[in-house]
C-alpha cells in the first residue's frame, strides 16, 4: 500500500489513539504529525512490516515517551492542579471523568502508555512488554502503579474483559 | 473507589476531544497544507462504520480491487418453469410449534431453524429435506433471551444469544451428539460486535470466530477464535471492523483475512453493498439496483445489468442463482417482499411470487431455505440443483 493511501486510511484513528495516549489534543497531533514524517522517510522499511498499523502504533508510543523525555529535560514542573482541575460538581459522571481524565494526564509516561495500551487498545502483558521494549513484570507493575494512582478498582470480572484466559476458563456443557 | 467503567469513560472522553480538536482545528487541511508533511497531498483519514441492516454490509477491503473487466450479460424477463413453481411453493418441511424460521445450512445440508413450542419457549433443530427436525436446545422466552445470529458447519452450529439487550452467550452444537458447550456466558454486549442484536459468529474447519470489542469506542477490534478439538480460545489484535460473509468465511480488515476462501472476484473498498454467499459463491449489489455481481471461488466471475430496475437487495445466492427482494410484499409486513430469481449463468430472470418472511433466506451448497407468510408460518426447503436452469425464449 502507497504512504498516501495508508495516511488516507488510518490516520484518524491514529490520532484518537494518539489523544487518548498523550491526554492532549495538540500534543497527540505534534506525535502523530512527527510519527508520520519519520514512517514516510522509511516507508520502504515500514510497509512491509506484517503489522503496519501495529509498527506505526508502536512508533507513536516511542514518540511520545521520547517527547514526554525531551519535555522533562527543558521543562519545569509545575503542579496546576488548582487551575486546570474542573469545580466540583458530583452531580454528573461528565466531571468525575474530566477529573479522571486529569489524573490521567499526570501520570508517568511508561505508567500511562502501559494503562491505555491495556485497557484502551485490549494488548495483553506480553504484547505491551514488547512495544514498550520492557519486561512483563515491568508492565503489570506500571499497571498496577497507576491504577492505583487513579484510585481504580478493578474486580475479578473488569479483570476478564482484557484477559482471555480468564474469560474463558472452561467451555461449560449444557444440559 | 473508581472503577473499570470511569476508565471507560474516561477514554471516551478523551476520544471525543480528539474529534473536537480534528473539526474544530481543520486538522484534515491542516495535513494538506504544511509544507514540513511531505505527504502533504494524503487524503482526509475516513471514518470507518460498519454498518448492518437486514443483509446489507458495508465492506471494506485491503486488498481491494476494482471491477473486472469481463463481460456484462443483459437480463432478459422469462417465466418460472413448472418444475421451480412446484419447489418453491410446495417443499414445505413440517416443524413443530409456530413461527418455524431457517437459521443457517450447514455443509452437509442440515438446515438449522427455531421455532416457538406450546410453553412459549424458543426451540432448536436441524433438518435435512425429506426428514423431520432433530431438536438441538431450548430457550426460555421468559428470561427476555432472543436469537442474535447462527452459523453452522459440518456438523457443528454455534449460535449467538443476547438477553434484554444487555449480554450475549454463545453456544456451540455438535449435532453429531447433541451435546450443547457454552463458549461465551453472559458477556456485556457492548464487547461484542453485534448484528440482530447478537455476537457475529462463523465457524470454519472446526473453528468458531466472533469479533469483540476492547476498545471505549465499541469499534470491534479483537478476533476471539474457539479451537473445537482443543477447547481453548485464542484472540488476534487488528485495527479495523470485521466483515463476516457467513458461510464463505471472514473477511478482517486489518490487513489479513481469517478465511482464505473469498472469491477472487470480491466487492470493493468503502462502498455500501447488499451482499450474499453461498458455499463456494458470493453476490452483490452496490444497491442502486441496476447491476448484480456474482463470483465464485473458482474465479468464475460475472456481471448483470440493465433491466434490473430498481430492487431493494440480494437476498440470497443459491449455487449460480441469485435471489433479488423486489420489496413488493404485503404492507403489514414491512420485511416481506416478492423474490426474483436470476440465473447468473444466462441472465434469464423470473417472478417466484414468492413472498419473503421476516426471517432472512439462507442457503449453502444450492440449498435454499426460507420461510414465507407473516412472521415465517411455513417453512420451505428447496434443492436447486435438480432444477432446471431458467432461460428466455
Known amino acids: 500500500?502507497?504512504?498516501?493511501?495508508?495516511?488516507?486510511?488510518?490516520?484518524?484513528?491514529?490520532?484518537?489513539?494518539?489523544?487518548?495516549?498523550?491526554?492532549?489534543?495538540?500534543?497527540?497531533?505534534?506525535?502523530?504529525?512527527?510519527?508520520?514524517?519519520?514512517?514516510?522517510?522509511?516507508?520502504?522499511?515500514?510497509?512491509?512490516?506484517?503489522?503496519?498499523?501495529?509498527?506505526?502504533?508502536?512508533?507513536?508510543?516511542?514518540?511520545?515517551?521520547?517527547?514526554?523525555?525531551?519535555?522533562?529535560?527543558?521543562?519545569?514542573?509545575?503542579?496546576?492542579?488548582?487551575?486546570?482541575?474542573?469545580?466540583?460538581?458530583?452531580?454528573?459522571?461528565?466531571?468525575?471523568?474530566?477529573e479522571l481524565v486529569h489524573e490521567l494526564r499526570r501520570l508517568p509516561s511508561k505508567q500511562r502508555a502501559a494503562i491505555v495500551l491495556r485497557y484502551y487498545e485490549g494488548l495483553t502483558f506480553a504484547e505491551i512488554a514488547d512495544l514498550l521494549g520492557s519486561g512483563e513484570n515491568a508492565v503489570r507493575s506500571n499497571i498496577s502503579r497507576g491504577l492505583q494512582k487513579l484510585r481504580i478498582s478493578l474486580t475479578g470480572e473488569q479483570l476478564d474483559e482484557v484477559d482471555e484466559r480468564r474469560r474463558f476458563p472452561e467451555p461449560t456443557e449444557v444440559s | 473507589?473508581?472503577?473499570?467503567?470511569?476508565?471507560?469513560?474516561?477514554?471516551?472522553?478523551?476520544?471525543?476531544?480528539?474529534?473536537?480538536?480534528?473539526?474544530?482545528?481543520?486538522?484534515?487541511?491542516?495535513?494538506?497544507?504544511?509544507?514540513?508533511?511531505?505527504?502533504?497531498?494524503?487524503?482526509?483519514?475516513?471514518?470507518?462504520?460498519?454498518?448492518?441492516?437486514?443483509?446489507?454490509?458495508?465492506?471494506?477491503?485491503?486488498?481491494?480491487?476494482?471491477?473486472?473487466?469481463?463481460?456484462?450479460?443483459?437480463?432478459?424477463?422469462?417465466?418460472?418453469?413448472?418444475?421451480?413453481q412446484q419447489a418453491l411453493h410446495n417443499d414445505v418441511v413440517p416443524t413443530p410449534g409456530s413461527n418455524p424460521g431457517p437459521l443457517a445450512v450447514t455443509n452437509d445440508g442440515a438446515v438449522i431453524?427455531?421455532?416457538?413450542?406450546?410453553?412459549?419457549?424458543?426451540?432448536?433443530?436441524?433438518?435435512?429435506?425429506?426428514?423431520?427436525?432433530?431438536?438441538?436446545?431450548?430457550?426460555?422466552?421468559?428470561?427476555?433471551?432472543?436469537?442474535?445470529?447462527?452459523?453452522?458447519?459440518?456438523?457443528f452450529a454455534v449460535a449467538s444469544f443476547y438477553r434484554r439487550g444487555r449480554t450475549t452467550d454463545i453456544d456451540l452444537f455438535d449435532l453429531a451428539t447433541g451435546r450443547i458447550?457454552?463458549?461465551?456466558?453472559?458477556?456485556?454486549?457492548?464487547?461484542?460486535?453485534?448484528?440482530?442484536?447478537?455476537?457475529?459468529?462463523?465457524?470454519?474447519?472446526?473453528?468458531?470466530?466472533?469479533?469483540?470489542?476492547?476498545?471505549?469506542?465499541?469499534?470491534?477490534?479483537?478476533?476471539?477464535?474457539?479451537?473445537?478439538?482443543?477447547?481453548?480460545?485464542?484472540?488476534?489484535?487488528?485495527?479495523?471492523?470485521?466483515?463476516?460473509?457467513?458461510?464463505l468465511g471472514i473477511y478482517w480488515q486489518g490487513g489479513y483475512l481469517a478465511s482464505q476462501q473469498l472469491p477472487p472476484d470480491h466487492p470493493p473498498i468503502g462502498q455500501r453493498m447488499t451482499v450474499a454467499t453461498d458455499s463456494d459463491a458470493l453476490a452483490w449489489s452496490s444497491g442502486e439496483g441496476s447491476t448484480v455481481r456474482w463470483s465464485d471461488l473458482e474465479g468464475d466471475s460475472r456481471t448483470l445489468s440493465q433491466d434490473l430496475s430498481h430492487f431493494l437487495g440480494i437476498d440470497a445466492v443459491a449455487g449460480p442463482y441469485v435471489l433479488l427482494d423486489r420489496g413488493e410484499g404485503d404492507d403489514s409486513d414491512a420485511m416481506s417482499g416478492n423474490v426474483q430469481l436470476l440465473d447468473t449463468r444466462t441472465g434469464a430472470i423470473a417472478d417466484t411470487h414468492v413472498q419473503a418472511g421476516w426471517y432472512p433466506v439462507v442457503s449453502r451448497g444450492g440449498l435454499l431455505a426460507f420461510a414465507t407468510g407473516d412472521r415465517g408460518s411455513t417453512f420451505h426447503l428447496v434443492d436447486t440443483s435438480k432444477l432446471p436452469e431458467l432461460r428466455c425464449d
Open chain 2, 181 to 247: 458447550t457454552r463458549l461465551l456466558p453472559d458477556a456485556p454486549l457492548a464487547r461484542h460486535a453485534h448484528a440482530f442484536g447478537g455476537a457475529w459468529l462463523a465457524v470454519q474447519h472446526k473453528t468458531v470466530y466472533w469479533p469483540a470489542s476492547r476498545t471505549a469506542s465499541g469499534a470491534p477490534n479483537v478476533l476471539i477464535s474457539y479451537d473445537i478439538a482443543k477447547r481453548s480460545y485464542r484472540r488476534k489484535q487488528t485495527d479495523g471492523p470485521a466483515v463476516f460473509y457467513n458461510p
Open chain 2, 113 to 155: 431453524t427455531d421455532w416457538t413450542d406450546g410453553q412459549g419457549d424458543v426451540r432448536f433443530g436441524s433438518v435435512k429435506p425429506g426428514s423431520t427436525v432433530a431438536p438441538l436446545g431450548r430457550m426460555p422466552t421468559p428470561t427476555g433471551s432472543q436469537i442474535g445470529t447462527v452459523a453452522a458447519a459440518g456438523h
Open chain 2, 1 to 84: 473507589m473508581r472503577t473499570k467503567a470511569d476508565l471507560d469513560g474516561a477514554f471516551v472522553l478523551l476520544e471525543e476531544q480528539a474529534d473536537e480538536y480534528a473539526h474544530s482545528t481543520g486538522l484534515q487541511a491542516i495535513d494538506r497544507s504544511r509544507p514540513r508533511h511531505r505527504f502533504a497531498a494524503a487524503a482526509v483519514a475516513a471514518v470507518v462504520t460498519l454498518g448492518v441492516a437486514a443483509g446489507a454490509v458495508t465492506l471494506y477491503s485491503a486488498t481491494d480491487r476494482g471491477p473486472s473487466s469481463g463481460s456484462v450479460t443483459n437480463v432478459c424477463v422469462t417465466s418460472l418453469p413448472a418444475a421451480w
Open chain 1, 1 to 98: 500500500m502507497e504512504f498516501e493511501d495508508w495516511v488516507a486510511e488510518r490516520r484518524g484513528a491514529l490520532f484518537r489513539f494518539a489523544v487518548v495516549l498523550t491526554g492532549d489534543p495538540v500534543l497527540a497531533d505534534e506525535v502523530v504529525s512527527n510519527t508520520l514524517t519519520v514512517a514516510y522517510e522509511r516507508w520502504a522499511l515500514v510497509s512491509v512490516a506484517d503489522n503496519v498499523n501495529a509498527y506505526v502504533r508502536r512508533m507513536v508510543v516511542n514518540e511520545y515517551l521520547g517527547w514526554r523525555r525531551r519535555l522533562r529535560r527543558v521543562t519545569p514542573w509545575a503542579d496546576l492542579d488548582a487551575i486546570s482541575a474542573p469545580l466540583p460538581d458530583h452531580s454528573t459522571a461528565h466531571a468525575d471523568q474530566q
